[in-house]
């Protein structure tokens, strides 16, 4: 289906890269490397450069550490989200975030896309959605409380429970008054799982693609990677690369990346594969 982030629209085919841009001194992958608005600004740009079509940005690491309040985290991101939108006004911009109020105000300052990666832990995120016709993000968690590390969760299935969630959350989306093209699903790796849920995930994801709902996917340095190869954050590009490759296959449409060159060059040589895009250049044994 065509998909509608905020103010840009894209058609049924395109596959989207969602480049990440931290505003956290503490980030697992970049230690903060765009802590400073002016390096984050030059992120954005360079990333742009490279062909994301959208920008996602936090406030607030997803594993526990110092509590970041909802003051704190608008400090971090809002006047942020308002420069990148006064100087990249195509750009879809991201922000990852599950608190409303922090919804609310990113959205006024021109942000098109809010990213609950905590599985609708404020009920009002969609509520603000609704209100700016903003696009959003409806993950599964397995209910976990944000910031919280999953501790021996089980799942009778767990695919199953990813759909049955991420659903649930995209129609309560809908009822309050998203729009049916601006609604995303994420099986969230990681979030609420454990490795062995993750690979069933990543495994299984044409089930959730069954769905209709247009899917996101962040694989980008995941733990699950890196236990399943025994590797440091820093080195998980490969395997990154290689759960890309299958998520591409099922159909997922957002890939949430640190590196934006290497992930669309997967998922496009997959789709070419797959039938679903031509070649750029074909002329072997024709010419």
């Avoid at 450069?49 to 971090?76: F, L, N, Q």
């Avoid at 640190?258 to 992930?263: F, G, K, L, R």
């Amino acid at each position: 289906m065509t998909l509608k982030l905020g103010r840009s629209a894209f058609a049924d085919d395109a596959m989207l890269m969602m480049a990440i841009v931290n505003r956290t001194p503490d980030s697992f992958f970049d230690r903060g490397a765009t802590w400073e608005e002016d390096k984050a600004f030059d992120r954005v740009a360079r990333v742009v450069a490279e062909g994301a079509e959208i920008v996602d940005s936090g406030g607030i690491k997803a594993a526990p550490g110092v509590e970041i309040d909802e003051a704190e985290e608008r400090a971090r991101v809002v006047d942020f989200v308002a420069r990148v939108r006064e100087s990249f006004p195509a750009l879809v911009i991201s922000v990852d975030t599950w608190r409303a109020s922090v919804g609310d105000a990113v959205c006024g300052a021109g942000a098109d896309l809010l990213n609950d990666a905590w599985g609708g832990a404020d009920p009002e995120l969609v509520d603000v959605a609704a209100q700016h016709d903003a696009a959003i993000v409806c993950t599964h968690t397995g209910g976990v409380t944000p910031r919280t590390r999953p501790y021996r969760i089980e799942y009778d299935d767990v695919v199953r429970a990813a759909i049955d969630d991420t659903v649930a959350y995209a129609e309560r989306a809908l009822a309050a008054g998203v729009d049916r093209a601006s609604i995303v699903i994420d099986p969230a790796h990681d979030f609420g799982k454990n490795t062995f849920h993750s690979l069933e995930i990543t495994r299984r994801l044409d089930e959730m693609v069954a769905t209709g709902w247009p899917m996101l996917v962040s694989l980008s340095n995941k733990d699950f990677v890196g236990e399943t190869l025994d590797l440091p954050v820093g080195e998980r590009l490969i395997g990154t690369l290689a759960s890309t490759a299958l998520c591409a296959l099922a159909g997922a449409r957002i890939y949430r990346v640190h590196q934006v060159v290497e992930t669309r060059q997967t998922v496009d040589m997959v789709n070419s594969i797959a039938g679903r895009r031509p070649p750029r250049r074909a002329i072997r044994g024709i010419q």
